[in-house]
C-alpha cells in the first residue's frame, strides 16, 4: 500500500516539475545586425517629395516569461551611423535627405496557445528628417538646412507566432501590428517657422519575423526581416509669430506640416541567447 502511495505521489509530482522546467526554458534576448531601406513621400498643397534612403540599423531585446499564460516583451531599435539620399520634388528641386529613427517598443503577450499570441502596448519613437544641400539651380522650397524632430507614444494591438525557446534545433516567429497615436508633435528646427511645433494623427502597421538555427546549447543565429508603414495627416496652418511685409502690406506667416507617409524594410543577422 505505502509503494503504491508513493509511486501515486511520484507521479502527481511529475507535471509540476515538467512544466517548472518548461517555464524556465521560455524566454530568449537577442541582438540584430541589419539594413533598413526608408522611402519617404510628402505632399502639401501642388508640391510633393520622395527620396529613398538606406541605413544600418541595431535592434536589440528580448521575449520574457511572466507565467503559463503571459510573457512580455521589449524591443529597442536604432538608426546606426546614417546615410544620405537625394530628395527630389515635383518643381525640379533636389537637396540633400537624411533619416534617423530611434523606436522602444514594449508588448504584454497573452498565450492562446504556447505559440500563439495576442499583443498589446505602447511605442516609444523618436524621428530626425534633416533636409540640407539644396540645389541652388533650382526655385526654392526651403532654404538652409532644415531639420524635423518627431516624437509619438503610439498604442499598439497585433498577433504573434513564436516558438518560445532555444532550446530546439529552429527557432521562428512571425508578428503583425497597428497603432495609432496617443502622443505625436512635431519641430522644425528653421529660425523662420519660429520653433512652432505641431501636433498630428495617423497610423502605423508593421509586419515581422525571422528564423534562427541552434549553433550550441541556448545560443542560435538566424535572419531577420520586417516591414513598417506609417502614414502622417497634415496639421496646419498655424501662425508662427512672424509678420511679413509684402507690398506694403503686413502679413502673418503661417507653416503646415505636409501630409506624409513613410515606407521602412530592413533585414540582416540575428544573435539568440537563453544561458
Known amino acids: ?112 496557445t504556447p505559440q500563439w499570441r495576442i499583443v498589446a502596448g505602447p511605442t516609444l519613437s523618436y524621428q530626425t528628417y534633416k533636409r540640407y544641400g539644396r540645389d541652388s539651380s533650382t526655385e526654392s522650397i526651403f532654404t538652409g538646412v532644415w531639420e524635423e524632430k518627431t516624437t509619438d507614444i503610439y498604442a499598439n494591438v497585433g498577433i504573434a507566432y513564436d516558438s518560445g525557446n532555444l532550446y530546439n534545433n529552429w527557432h521562428y516567429y512571425v508578428q503583425a501590428k497597428a497603432g495609432i497615436p496617443l502622443y505625436s508633435q512635431t519641430e522644425n528646427t528653421a529660425t523662420e517657422l519660429n520653433g512652432v511645433t505641431f501636433n498630428t494623427f495617423g497610423y502605423r502597421s508593421s509586419l515581422s519575423g525571422g528564423i534562427s538555427y541552434r549553433l550550441m546549447k541556448g545560443i542560435h543565429l538566424g535572419l531577420f526581416t520586417a516591414l513598417s508603414y506609417e502614414y502622417r495627416q497634415e496639421d496646419g496652418p498655424k501662425f508662427t ?35
Open 1 to 112: 500500500m505505502k509503494k503504491k502511495l508513493s509511486l501515486l505521489l511520484i507521479a502527481s509530482c511529475i507535471p509540476s516539475i515538467v512544466h517548472a522546467e518548461n517555464q524556465e526554458n521560455e524566454g530568449y534576448s537577442y541582438f540584430s545586425l541589419g539594413m533598413e531601406n526608408t522611402s519617404y513621400k510628402e505632399f502639401y498643397s501642388k508640391s510633393n517629395s520622395s527620396v529613398s534612403v538606406t541605413s544600418p540599423t541595431i535592434n536589440t531585446g528580448g521575449l520574457y516569461s511572466i507565467n503559463n499564460k503571459w510573457d512580455f516583451s521589449i524591443d529597442a531599435l536604432g538608426t546606426f551611423s546614417p546615410n544620405h539620399s537625394n530628395e527630389h520634388w515635383n518643381n525640379g528641386q533636389k537637396n540633400q535627405f537624411e533619416y534617423i529613427k530611434a523606436m522602444t517598443d514594449v508588448l504584454l503577450q497573452y498565450k492562446l
Open 241 to 275: 509669430g512672424v509678420i511679413i511685409e509684402s507690398n506694403g502690406k503686413k502679413q502673418a506667416m503661417d507653416a503646415t506640416l505636409p501630409e506624409a507617409q513613410i515606407i521602412n524594410f530592413s533585414a540582416g543577422i540575428q544573435v539568440l541567447w537563453k544561458l
